[in-house]
């Protein structure tokens, strides 16, 4: 019973990607082959359904970490990053047309030639 218990521990691991319904189809089919009673049956499925949830929520914090610290060593911007860099520029921008004035037209320069002196 401990060897069936423990195969069907691994199979439940190869159905935390699966869908619920999958899983209860699996476990009854499992209980079935296993003469387990009812109560067995519930129970066994509601392990399946907690450790598939488990191990997709582990598995979305691990695949989350990976791609920050991938993002890191790639020296990608985040959304995140973007979008503050994009409101600090539009700030400065909108406080550059308040308090910039138009620069004044240069006047031209007069070219002042020397004379030499004569001998």
């Known amino acids: ?25 699996a476990a009854k089919e499992f209980a079935k082959e296993n003469n387990l009673n009812k109560k067995e ?3 066994l499925i509601d392990h399946w359904v907690k450790k598939s949830e488990e ?19 790639m020296n990608l911007v985040t959304m995140e990053h973007y979008k503050a860099l994009e409101a600090r520029i539009k700030k ?7 308090t910039m004035k138009p620069a004044r037209k240069a006047k031209p ?9 004569v001998k």
């Not at 069936?4 to 691994?10: E, W």
């Not at 598995?59 to 991938?70: F, M, N, R, S």
């Not at 070219?111 to 030499?116: D, E, F, I, L, T």
């Open 55 to 73: 191990m997709k929520v582990s598995l979305e914090i691990k695949i989350a970490e990976l791609q920050k610290t991938t993002i890191s060593k």
């Open 1 to 25: 019973m401990f060897e069936n218990l423990k195969q069907a521990f691994d199979k439940g691991v190869e159905y935390a990607f699966t869908t619920t319904e999958k899983i209860e189809k």
């Open 92 to 98: 400065l921008e909108g406080t550059g047309k308040q």
């Open 109 to 117: 320069v007069k070219k002042v030639v020397k004379k030499k002196p």
């Open 41 to 43: 049956a519930k129970k």
